[in-house]
Structure formats: C-alpha cells, structure tokens
Nanobody
Framework: QVQLVESGGGLVQAGGSLRLSCAAS????????MGWYRQAPGNQRELVAT???????KYADSAEGRFSISRVNAKNTVYLEMNSLKPEDTAVYYC?????WGKGTLVTVSS
C-alpha cells in the first residue's frame, strides 16, 4: 500500500507562487502516474496536472502556462510549482499516485 504526504501549502497573495511536494512511501515497486488534483469548497475534485514515470505531463486548462509538474523517480516524489496564483486557485490540493491519495494541503490565494 502506498502512502502519500503532501507539503508546501499555505497563504499567498494573488500573483505569488507556491511549490507543493508529495512524497510516496510504502509498498512501492514503481509508480507510473503521479499527479495533483484540487477541490475548492462546494466543488468536485478536479485534475490539476499529472506526470508519468517517463515525465510526460498533462495539465488542466486552468493550470496550463502557470503551473509546472515534475517528479524525481528515485525519491518517489512529485512537485507542483504554481506561479501567477489567482484567488480561484484556492483549494485543497491532493497528491495522487497509482490509485492512492494523500490527505491534502490547503492553498489559499488572497486578492
């Protein structure tokens, strides 16, 4: 079983940046897909970005051009660099890895 622990959330002003990290541990042989999802109050959980073992990344339209996902396979860690943050980016951000979910980290963007 894979455990995921996110870090890096917090409060930032609009236009600012944050970097989220997620470390995977447990019964890991190799993790193919890792990614980030988010859920704002009253909304469904939505995709932000994913990245494969080979480094192929996909982004939601809302994240394209502002966010960058990366991973270090040797550390079973995935990152999300978020720039030009907007108040509508406010949400709990969840790490995902091959069916496992982290508990989430809150990102709050003030206007």
């Amino acid at each position: 079983q894979v455990q995921l622990v996110e870090s890096g959330g917090g409060l930032v002003q609009a236009g600012g940046s944050l970097r989220l990290s997620c470390a995977a541990s447990g019964s890991i042989f190799s993790i193919n897909d890792m990614g980030w999802y988010r859920q704002a109050p009253g909304n469904q959980r939505e995709l932000v970005a994913t990245i494969t073992w080979l480094g192929i990344a996909k982004y939601a339209d809302s994240a394209e051009g502002r966010f960058s996902i990366s991973r270090v396979n040797a550390k079973n860690t995935v990152y999300l660099e978020m720039n030009s943050l907007k108040p509508e980016d406010t949400a709990v951000y969840y790490c995902y890895a091959d069916g496992a979910w982290g508990k989430g980290t809150l990102v709050t963007v003030s206007s």
